[in-house]
C-alpha cells in the first residue's frame, strides 16, 4: 500500500516572540496580524493549537506586561518632576479634576449676580430713601439707561456706586 501525502497550503509557522511584543506595546489584533501578513482566523487557529488559549485571552495576558512597564515608566516621570505626568496621574488615581468656573466683577459668582435692571431699581429706591428728589432720580436713571457704566448721582454724602 502506499502511504498518502498531506495536500494542501502547509501551515502558518507563528513568531511568537514577535507577537509577544507587539502585545507588549499594546497592539491590537488587526495590528498584529498585519505584522505576521496572515489572518484573523490564522492567528486564532495557530493559538488554539499552540497555547492551548483563544488569541484574544494570550494577548490580553501578554499586553499587561506593557501595561505594568508603561505606568511604572509614568510614575518615574512624575518623581523627576514632570509637571504633565503628575496632573495626569492625579486624575486617573486621585480622582483630581480640573474646575472651570466663571465669575463676575471682583471674583463673585457669576449666576444670581443682580441683573441691570435690579442694579438700576435699588440705585433708585438708595436715592428715595437718601431724599433725592424725583427729577434728580429721573436724570440719574436716563443716565444709566443710556450709558452702562455711568455713575450713579451722589445722594447726601453716600456715593451711589456705578452701573455695571
Not at 29 to 47: F, G, K, P, Y
Not at 74 to 86: I, R
Request: proline content about 3%; aromatic content about 6%.
Amino acid at each position: 500500500m502506499a502511504t498518502k501525502s498531506k495536500m494542501g497550503r502547509p501551515r502558518f509557522v507563528v513568531n511568537w516572540q514577535i507577537v509577544d511584543k507587539l502585545c507588549f506595546i499594546q497592539c491590537t489584533e488587526l495590528e498584529i496580524v498585519s505584522c505576521l501578513e496572515c489572518s484573523v482566523d490564522t492567528i486564532n487557529r495557530a493559538c488554539k493549537r499552540e497555547k492551548k488559549k483563544t488569541f484574544a485571552e494570550y494577548r490580553s495576558q501578554k499586553a499587561e506586561g506593557g501595561k505594568h512597564s508603561l505606568r511604572r515608566m509614568q510614575f518615574e516621570a512624575a518623581k523627576k518632576g514632570s509637571g504633565a505626568m503628575l496632573i495626569w496621574l492625579g486624575k486617573q488615581y486621585l480622582g483630581q479634576r480640573e474646575r472651570s468656573e466663571l465669575t463676575g466683577a471682583n471674583g463673585e459668582p457669576l449666576f444670581g449676580q443682580p441683573g441691570r435692571e435690579e442694579l438700576i431699581d435699588r440705585a433708585i429706591a438708595r436715592m428715595m430713601n437718601n431724599g433725592v428728589p424725583a427729577d434728580q432720580t429721573l436724570g440719574a436713571v436716563r443716565a444709566l439707561l443710556g450709558n452702562n457704566s455711568a455713575p450713579v448721582e451722589q445722594a447726601g454724602n453716600e456715593t451711589l456706586g456705578t452701573i455695571q
